[in-house]
């Protein structure tokens, strides 16, 4: 590759990022797949919409962080603000 021409190795990057932007989008991850991630579907396994202890997989101190509200369940309102922030106002 020929350094003493910028254009060409800018172009080249470019197309390089393309390309691995398309492969990121067509496999369904990151931004632009139009799903965001929603934590409570991957660990909610009776489809209530919210998360159990017995169904979360982490540590316990951190179900209890996430669980705002004290319920024993870990809901999307409660995880929207980030673990122990609780629900949004």
Do not use: C, H, T
């Not at 590759?1 to 390309?19: D, H």
């Not at 997989?57 to 122990?84: H, L, Q, R, T």
């Amino acid at each position: 590759m020929n350094s003493r021409n910028p254009a060409k190795l800018l172009a080249m990057a470019a197309v390089a990022v393309l390309i691995l932007s398309v492969n990121v989008a067509a496999a369904g991850q990151g931004p632009g797949n139009g799903n965001p991630p929603n934590p409570i579907e991957d660990f909610d396994q009776n489809g209530d919409g919210k998360v159990s202890k017995s169904e979360f997989k982490g540590p316990s101190d951190m179900f209890d962080k996430m669980d705002a509200n004290g319920d024993g369940y870990i809901e999307k309102d409660e995880i929207s603000n980030g673990p122990g922030r609780g629900p949004k106002p």
